[in-house]
């Protein structure tokens, strides 16, 4: 099956597993999700491999940055009518503190929807939801049906 | 102590796990300045419709890049976390394409330092993406005597060990 089905198949069924497993990257990572009806918490899993600072130790802030991208992407992917995997034009990223070396998790919020341009805010936490690790937005291009 | 720039931002990644895995590479370091090669591989595809590098390798490298152009520039030993990243996709890099980070530090203050990087594709300098990134400076202080001994000896197993670094074998199901 090519991608482009992939995607098509998942957006017609609602699981989405098969796609986020057709995505090297997402793999790489070690990239979950877990849906709650409308609402998904992306999951990225403590990963020794995913250490980018040996001292404390703690996530790398690309791996970070990565996990928030692939969220805010396959979140455009669930909730919007976007048929293809959205291009992602810019990302701007706050860290707030460190990524120990623990499960991280992501939600995401589509703040518009335009024709072309999606804006989405991604926030990724660890031990405690309202103090976020890191924060982010992002704009993506979306394909025309 | 005495050693290079180049020594230097080479002992620096020798001990960041994620990046060994990338196989990040210090192709040239000065002062203030810095290339920084992300090999391709099919592992960190994003987009598997047309064999793109995912973003977040990106991010990696450019932010990998960039800390590692501060803990070269700033005098002794004293390392700078990320305090925020902006990127701009200029367009998808080609499939089977080396891409390489041009970092180079803005300005060093007392409290913050200032850099920007440029990724290109090595085979024809296209550009790719575009960043601008803030490091905070927390004091030479703050740099443990392990991390310390690494840049001088350029030994890096304190924290790598002595075996080949491969990839963890993701167990399905368990996490």
């Known amino acids: 099956m090519s991608f482009q089905d992939t995607i098509q198949k998942a957006q017609a069924t609602g699981d989405f ?16 999700f877990q849906r709650f009806g409308d609402n998904v918490i992306f ?3 403590r990963n020794i491999d995913n250490i980018g600072n040996p001292i404390l130790p703690a996530i790398h802030g690309g791996v970070i940055g990565g996990f928030m991208e692939l969220s805010a992407a396959i979140n455009l992917l669930m909730f919007m009518d ?4 959205p291009k992602i034009v810019d990302f701007s990223l706050d860290y707030l503190r460190a990524g120990r070396d623990q499960d991280t998790f992501a939600e995401c919020q589509v703040l518009r929807q335009g024709t072309r341009v999606a804006n989405v805010s991604i926030s990724a936490w660890q031990n405690d939801r309202a103090n976020p690790i890191a924060i982010a937005r992002a704009h993506f291009l979306l394909a025309k049906k | 102590m005495n050693i290079t720039a180049q020594q230097k931002a080479e ?7 994620h990046c060994q895995l990338l196989g990040l590479e210090v192709l040239q370091a ?6 920084m090669r992300l090999p391709y591989s099919d592992e960190i595809i994003g987009n598997p419709l047309m064999g793109i590098i995912h973003g977040g390798a990106l991010t990696t490298l450019m932010d990998t890049a960039c800390g ?7 005098e002794g030993m004293e390392l700078c976390p990320t305090l925020d990243l902006r990127v701009d996709y200029m367009r998808a890099s080609e499939p089977g394409v080396n891409l390489v980070a041009h970092a180079s530090i803005t300005r060093i203050t007392n409290n913050v330092v200032f850099t920007e990087c440029l990724v290109k594709q090595e085979s024809d300098n ?23 001994g690494v840049i001088e000896t350029g030994d890096a197993s304190i924290y790598m060990g002595n075996e080949p670094l491969i990839k963890t074998k993701k167990k399905k199901g368990e996490s």
């Open chain 1, 82 to 85: 976007t048929p293809l995997m």
């Open chain 2, 126 to 148: 296209t550009l790719v993406a575009k960043c601008t990134a803030t490091f905070m400076r927390i004091g030479p202080e703050m740099t443990p005597p392990d991390f310390r």
């Open chain 2, 68 to 74: 590692t152009a501060c803990f070269v520039a700033v």
């Open chain 1, 43 to 45: 999951k990225l899993p």
């Open chain 1, 17 to 32: 597993q098969p796609l986020v497993d057709s995505i090297p990257y997402a793999n790489y990572i070690g990239f979950e």
């Open chain 2, 11 to 17: 002992r620096f990644i020798s001990v960041l796990r």
């Open chain 2, 30 to 35: 000065e002062e203030t300045c810095l290339q």
